[in-house]
Antibody
C-alpha cells in the first residue's frame, strides 16, 4: 500500500533553515509528480510546491518562492523540502503528497514551528 | 485569503442532504477538474472525489458533486455522524501553475 512518511520537522527560529524529508513506499516513486502542501494550525490547506517525476522542473507558491527548494532522489524514493529564511507564517504541518492528475495520497505530515 | 471560496461551516441532521459550495474563476474551476478532500479531526486529508465526479475505491455513493461555470459543489446525502469533518475543494490553477484550495467547510452533524 502507498505510504508517505515525513520527517525533519521541529522548532526553528525566524530566519533559520530546516529540511523536511518524505520517504515513499508502496508505489513506483519515479513515475509520479510529488508535492508539498501545508496547513497552518487551525487553518486551511495551502499548496507549497510540486516537482515533476524526473525532478527536472518544479514550481512554487509565491509565498515561498526564492526561500524554499523542492528536490527528490528517485534512487532513494525520497522527497525533500529545503526551507530557508523561515518566517513565523511558515509555521504549519507540512504534508508530502503524491500526484496522479490530482493530489491523491497524503502522508501524516510533519510540524514545523518557527518562533519569532 | 484562499483562491477558492467556501463557506466556513455547514450542518445537518442524520439522514439529511447537505451541500457544500466552492467558488473560483475561469483560470481554475472553469478550466479544470475539481477535487474534494475530507479531513477528519487530527488526520491528514483524504481524497474524496476527483475529476469532478469520480470516487476512489471505498468512498460511498452518498457523496456526489456538480460543477457549473466557475462554481462547484459537494453533496452528501443520508448524512451520518462519521461525516463530521472539514471538506476542501481543490483545483489546478492555470495562471498560478499550481494547486489552489478552498478555505474549507466544517461540517457538523447535529
Amino acid at each position: 500500500q502507498v505510504q508517505l512518511v515525513e520527517s525533519g520537522g521541529g522548532l526553528v527560529k525566524a530566519g533559520g533553515s530546516l529540511r523536511v524529508s518524505c520517504a515513499a513506499s508502496g508505489f513506483t516513486f519515479s513515475d509520479y509528480y510529488m508535492s508539498w502542501i501545508r496547513q497552518a494550525p487551525g487553518k486551511g490547506l495551502e499548496w507549497v510546491s510540486y516537482i515533476t517525476s524526473n525532478g527536472n522542473y518544479a514550481n512554487y507558491a509565491d509565498s515561498v518562492k526564492g526561500r524554499f527548494t523542492i528536490s527528490r532522489d528517485n534512487a532513494k524514493n525520497s522527497l525533500y523540502l529545503q526551507m530557508n529564511s523561515l518566517r513565523a507564517e511558515d509555521t504549519a504541518v507540512y504534508y508530502c503528497v503524491r500526484e496522479l492528475g490530482r493530489p491523491d495520497y497524503w502522508g501524516q505530515g510533519t510540524l514545523v514551528t518557527v518562533s519569532s | 485569503q484562499s483562491v477558492l471560496t467556501q463557506l466556513p461551516s455547514a450542518s445537518g441532521t442524520p439522514g439529511q442532504r447537505v451541500t457544500i459550495s466552492c467558488s473560483g474563476s475561469s483560470s481554475n474551476i472553469r478550466s479544470n477538474a475539481v477535487n474534494w478532500y475530507q479531513q477528519l479531526p487530527g488526520m491528514a486529508p483524504k481524497l474524496l472525489i476527483y475529476g469532478n465526479d469520480q470516487r476512489p475505491s471505498g468512498v460511498p455513493d452518498r457523496f456526489s458533486t456538480s460543477k457549473s461555470g466557475t462554481s462547484a459543489s459537494l453533496a452528501i446525502s443520508g448524512l451520518q455522524s462519521e461525516d463530521e469533518a472539514d471538506y476542501y475543494c481543490a483545483v489546478w490553477d492555470d495562471s498560478l501553475n499550481g494547486w489552489v484550495f478552498g478555505g474549507g467547510t466544517k461540517l457538523t452533524v447535529l
